[in-house]
T-cell receptor
């Protein structure tokens, strides 16, 4: 148990809809990173939020957006869902943008787009 | 471009040592080797990391070759709970928290 929680655990959406996923970071952590993990693949970095601002982004289109709140929890929003967006979405929290060994992952949200 | 190469799967008997190889022939001088694992239905978990010296912690040992082009993660006494996908990641220390995962090695520990 890392202390990082994500909600919901699972959800099913229809192509074209919008979805919001939530992440609560571990106590004392001010940085949240989001990853997308397709079936059978390793996680792919989407973006990171540090002190409520985006601090680095991977190769994902603008319809993937996020927010970080003053309590350092975070949301991932995906607009105009596509079938390929079906994946496990993971968040990881850390202190002060963190380091490659200081990432505490949540259990993920399984998104299915039909 | 993939920075690391790992076998897709390995098996190990419970109680025996599990040795997971990783090839990182293009590693740069300022890049560390990190290992994470992902147990089914959980998020990845940090195991160990190193630059050029061998490292050991309560979970595992990391052996890095002298030329740093490959490394081996060793779980000295594998248990059924070690069944997971193991990821070898090469990152400069300054890359912060952005991790670049490959496809990893599925380790299955058999009773």
């Amino acid at each position: 148990e890392t202390g990082v929680t994500q909600s919901p655990t699972h959800l099913i959406k229809t192509r074209g809809q919008q979805v919001t996923l939530r992440c609560s970071s571990q106590s004392g952590h001010n940085t949240v990173s989001w990853y997308q993990q397709a079936l059978g693949q390793g996680p792919q970095f989407i973006f990171q939020y540090y002190r409520e601002e985006e601090n680095g982004r991977g190769n994902f289109p603008p319809r993937f957006s996020g927010l970080q709140f003053p309590n350092y929890s975070s949301e991932l929003n995906v607009n105009a869902l596509e079938l390929d967006d079906s994946a496990l979405y993971l968040c990881a929290s850390s202190r002060n943008r963190g380091s490659s060994y200081e990432q505490y992952f949540g259990p993920g949200t399984r998104l299915t787009v039909t | 471009d993939a920075k690391t190469t790992q076998p897709p799967s390995m098996d190990c008997a419970e109680g025996r040592a599990a040795n997971l190889p990783c090839n990182h022939s293009t590693i740069s001088g300022n890049e560390y080797v990190y290992w994470y694992r992902q147990i089914h239905s959980q998020g990845p978990q940090y195991i160990i990391h190193g630059l050029k010296n061998n490292e050991t912690n309560e979970m595992a040992s990391l052996i890095i070759t002298e030329d740093r082009k490959s490394s081996t993660l060793i779980l000295p006494h594998a248990t059924l709970r070690d069944t997971a996908v193991y990821y070898c990641i090469v990152n400069p220390e300054t890359s912060g928290s952005r991790l670049t995962f490959g496809e990893g090695t599925q380790l299955t520990v058999n009773p």
